[in-house]
């Protein structure tokens, strides 16, 4: 016969479910070509978990492009690298080096920006994020020149205040007109329209590259 004895083991009686708003976790891999599905498997032996700076606010929206990770917090805009990880030489250049790290390293972008709660007013075309920043009270590019303050160009104090007083902001990309459109639905000031089917606290507008 075959004893193995004693099974030690401890019982945690304050276990309670724990929100961590600034971090992700990765299941296993999905390979379409060889029918491997581990999407439902999170093995604690290895380190499936990459936080950011809770300093910043919450994760609202992930957007992958190529091989990045752009991380949108709700006051700071972060890029990490996929499958792979950076390492800098004596003079402080960056080298990528392949290895079993799913999500590398986390470098921010320049400026306090970020998605603050409404990562329904992000849009992407090619290489060009536009989204908004409540806080702030502007609306931002991400492009390969870092982030950029397009609402300044003559809109600061409009968007400033409506911004605040919207209860909902939308964006999405005209592909027709080849424009961001940014909707500013509803007010926080003074008394709502009863009808739900009115729009009079609708404001729509739309940037165009053109112009500038």
């Known amino acids: 016969t075959l004893d193995f004895g004693v099974k030690a083991y401890a019982v945690d009686k304050k276990y309670n479910r724990n929100h ?18 581990n999407t439902n498997q999170f093995s604690i032996a290895e380190n499936i978990t990459k936080a950011v700076d809770l300093i910043y606010g919450s994760i609202q929206k992930l957007y992958a492009e ?10 700071k805009v972060n890029k990490a690298l996929i499958d792979k990880d950076a390492i800098y030489t004596a003079e402080g250049q960056p080298l990528t080096a392949s290895g079993r790290m799913i999500v590398g390293q986390i470098v921010p972008y320049k400026g306090k920006y970020g998605i603050a709660q409404d990562p ?93």
């Open 20 to 37: 961590r708003e600034n971090a992700m976790i990765y299941s296993g891999i999905f390979n379409s070509r060889t029918g491997v599905n």
């Open 66 to 75: 190529d091989t990045n990770l752009i991380i949108f917090q709700e006051d």
């Open 120 to 212: 329904f007013s992000f849009a992407v075309y090619g290489y060009r994020k536009y989204f908004t920043d409540r806080k702030k009270g502007c609306v931002l590019r991400l492009s390969a020149d870092g982030i950029t303050e397009i609402s300044s160009y003559g809109m600061h104090d409009f968007f400033r205040d409506e911004l605040a007083s919207a209860t909902k902001i939308v964006g999405g990309w005209d592909i027709h007109n080849k424009n961001y459109v940014l909707s500013l639905q509803g007010s926080n000031v003074g008394p709502l329209p009863t009808d739900p089917v009115s729009y009079e606290t609708y404001k729509t507008l739309s940037f165009d590259e053109g112009v500038l």
